[in-house]
């Protein structure tokens, strides 16, 4: 079956990074892309971005263009997301999921457990 | 950015009820490219409809998904148990976006 089992919680400083990995079993990794998408506590889900896991292409939420950065490695099957200069409304559950078609505007069938992201002083 | 809306943010309701859920676009939502969640606490959300009005594999019949344009509903025919939950819309016109979820207590 189609897994995506995300790395474990992790707590920041105001200003630091974060890395996040994602990793896919049970589908052909480079036939899909893998998208992020985080839900602070109480809200709605919010998109982050997308990457293709065959070319390496990207496309951001605008108000994360220049912060995040998104990666894969197709040896290991695992998407990674990195997300820098943290601020407390940060803070969030982060989710990696698949699209139901290699398209980085869908709708999202499968998703990762997700990772708690706090950042604090 | 499509900002969504969705209401109401509450609903207390008890087993057997009609319930009916409203989204609504700040933009046209091209080909009715917008989707249902349901959420539990603890668990990622859950993919009941899709392209408007097309259930997500799995998904019970009581589940239907209604509208165009702007405007879109999720009707579950009659609650179950289970279904106490919050639920999502989400529009893929454009980049993704999900509206602020309607909580279903209960009464």
């Known amino acids: 079956q189609i897994q995506l089992v995300q790395s474990g919680p992790e707590v920041k400083k105001p200003g630091a990074s974060v890395n996040v990995s994602c990793k896919a079993s049970g589908y052909t990794f480079t036939s899909y892309g893998v998208s992020w998408i985080r839900q602070a506590p109480g809200q709605g889900p919010e998109w982050v971005g997308w990457i293709s896991a065959e070319t390496g292409n990207t496309n951001f939420a605008q108000k994360f263009q220049g912060r995040v950065t998104m990666t894969t490695d197709t040896s290991t099957s695992t998407a990674y997301m990195e997300l820098r200069s943290l601020t407390s409304d940060d803070t969030a559950l982060y989710y990696c999921a698949r699209a139901a078609r290699n398209f980085w505007s869908d709708y999202f069938i499968y998703w990762g457990q997700g990772t708690l992201v706090t950042v604090s002083s | 950015e499509i900002v969504l809306t969705q209401s109401p943010a509450t609903l207390s309701l008890s087993p057997g009820e009609r319930v009916t859920l409203s989204c609504w676009a700040s933009?046209?939502?091209?080909?009715?490219?917008l989707a249902w969640y349901q959420q539990k606490p603890g668990q990622p959300p859950r993919l009941l409809i899709y392209g408007a009005s097309s259930r997500a594999t799995g998904i019970p019949d009581r589940f239907s998904g209604s509208g165009s344009g702007t405007d879109f509903t999720l009707t579950i025919s009659r609650l179950e148990p289970e279904d106490f939950a919050v639920y999502y819309c989400?529009?893929?016109?454009?980049?993704?976006?999900f509206g602020p979820g309607t909580k279903v207590d209960l009464k």
């Open positions: 989400q529009q893929y016109g454009t980049s993704p976006t």
């Open positions: 933009q046209h939502v091209s080909s009715r490219w």
